[in-house]
């Protein structure tokens, strides 16, 4: 089955830094890379997703791009702000998979100073 | 539009004992998911059912547990017997369609003491 592993488990940036968090998967089938962000008491929220006909893709702060021939994706947030800490958790799912089965990362505790 | 319910939030049980987790999709979600995270790891597939059918529970770790989706609306996820290892946030999420990302719930945090 599908791994996905996620690096750092923690980060801390100043306000205004940029943050990078970065992922690999083990099934080259996978097609489908969502990056969800999770805030105290809440629920993970999707913040933006890539397929893998694209290389990259921006939403304001916050790209992310693919590599599918290495297998892994990154996540990148400009100009961070303090709203932005929350833990980010990326997650791929297998395109014969036809019941949409995530695996996900195991997560980065992202720390914004401000 | 109402965003997926959980409930409860907190539940906090001896082991042994049962526990009904609850789930209420977005109005008009077929897709309904159940997830764990267990110990601050990664969250991890528990099922998938489309309207009241099962489509996939390849992530159900035993026969301890029980998802139900009676008509197609709310889910249950029922632990009996709870076992310590069964701590952790149980989410579930849905989405109209198949092919892209889907709302999570809030998570009830289960601990089994």
């Known amino acids: 089955g599908e791994n996905v592993e996620q690096h750092p488990s923690t980060l801390s940036v100043q306000e205004g830094d940029s943050a990078v968090i970065k992922c690999t998967y083990s099934d080259s089938a996978s097609n489908y890379f969502p990056w969800y962000k999770q805030e105290l008491g809440k629920g993970p929220q999707l913040i933006i997703d890539?397929?893998?006909?694209?290389g990259e893709k921006k939403d304001q702060r916050i790209a992310v791009t693919l590599n599918k021939t290495a297998k892994h994706f990154s996540l990148h947030i400009t100009e961070t702000q303090p709203e932005d800490s929350a833990v980010y958790f990326c997650a791929a799912r297998n395109a014969n998979n036809a019941g949409n089965m995530l695996t996900f990362g195991g997560g980065t505790r992202l720390m914004v100073k401000p | 539009e109402a965003g997926v319910t959980q409930f409860p939030s907190h539940s906090v049980i001896e082991k042994g004992q049962t526990v009904t987790l609850r789930c209420d999709p977005i109005s008009g979600h077929d897709n309904l998911y159940w997830y764990r995270r267990v110990m601050g790891k990664e969250i991890k597939f528990l099922l998938h059912f489309v309207k009241e059918s099962k489509q996939d529970e390849s992530g159900m770790p035993n026969n301890r547990f029980l998802a139900e989706r009676t008509g197609g609306t709310y889910s249950t996820l029922k632990v009996q017997p709870a076992e310590l290892e069964d701590s952790g946030v149980y989410f579930c999420?849905?989405?109209?369609?198949?092919?892209?990302?889907?709302?999570f719930g809030s998570g009830t945090r289960l601990t089994v003491v």
């Open positions: 890539i397929r893998s006909n694209v």
């Open positions: 999420a849905s989405s109209q369609e198949t092919g892209g990302g889907y709302t």
